[in-house]
């Protein structure tokens, strides 16, 4: 099993809707997670930082389940400029070491 | 505040010669990851480091390739008798502290894009 999982889509969406992606971490040690953003062929940039229970930034919202061992991200008024791939990463408690998911394709269409 | 800084930006290189990727980190931070991309696939970790120290080096492959951190200096990935199977995006990030709330960001470099002919 991976460490960190996401669906890789794409998931496709008009313009304006609201889109959620999860994702799941098997390491109950992992003490702090983010969401990065990656444009085709160029580096990730960080989006949000998830540290407690969750944040929001403006259109975006992410969300920490301890529990269950899931992130979530939710974009919500998708603009065209949102297409990217998202990617979950979660850092080891063990190590420091950052562990990156696949990521989750986002087509936003006009 | 300059950000991570890789160089080269772009690579090529023959089958069989050495390939050498820098990356400095971002002022302040004494973290260095090394990632590898392949063309339609995720982030494939490679290697952490702190100033003069391999924390975890567990997806390095395990012959051809080094990396270190030295005191002084970028963090140079160095790939031996290079193969075409090793032309990828190199990604290197950087974060000033390991395992602080708040001080565990990380910030990615633009990447070298190597490719071996």
């Known amino acids: 099993r991976k460490e960190v999982e996401q669906d890789p889509g794409p998931f496709n969406v008009p313009e304006g809707a609201t889109v959620a992606f999860n994702c799941t971490y098997s390491n109950s040690a992992s003490q702090s997670f983010f969401w990065y953003r990656q444009d085709c062929r160029k580096e990730p940039k960080l989006l949000m930082s998830v540290y407690s229970s969750g944040n929001e930034d403006g259109r975006f919202t992410a969300q920490l389940n301890r529990a269950s061992q899931y992130i979530s991200l939710l974009i919500r008024d998708s603009k065209l400029s949102d297409s990217a791939t998202y990617l979950c990463?979660?850092?080891?408690?063990?190590?420091?070491?950052?562990?990156f998911g696949q990521g989750t394709t986002l087509q936003v269409k006009p | 505040n300059a950000g991570v800084m890789q160089n080269p930006r772009h690579l090529v290189r023959r089958r069989g010669q050495e390939a050498r990727l820098r990356c400095s980190p971002m002022?302040?931070?004494?973290?260095v990851y090394w990632y590898r991309q392949l063309p339609e696939e995720g982030l494939k970790f490679m290697v952490y480091?702190?100033?003069?120290?391999?924390?975890?080096e567990s997806g390095m492959p395990k012959e051809r390739f080094s990396a270190e951190f030295p005191k002084e200096g970028p963090s140079i990935l160095r790939i031996q008798q290079v193969v075409r199977g090793d032309s990828a995006a190199y990604f290197c990030a950087s974060s000033p502290l390991s395992g602080t709330p708040g001080n565990t960001e990380a910030f990615f470099g633009q990447g070298t894009r190597l490719t071996v002919v």
């Open positions: 002022k302040g931070h004494s973290h």
């Open positions: 480091l702190q100033k003069e120290n391999i924390i975890d």
């Open positions: 990463v979660a850092l080891s408690g063990n190590t420091g070491k950052l562990i």
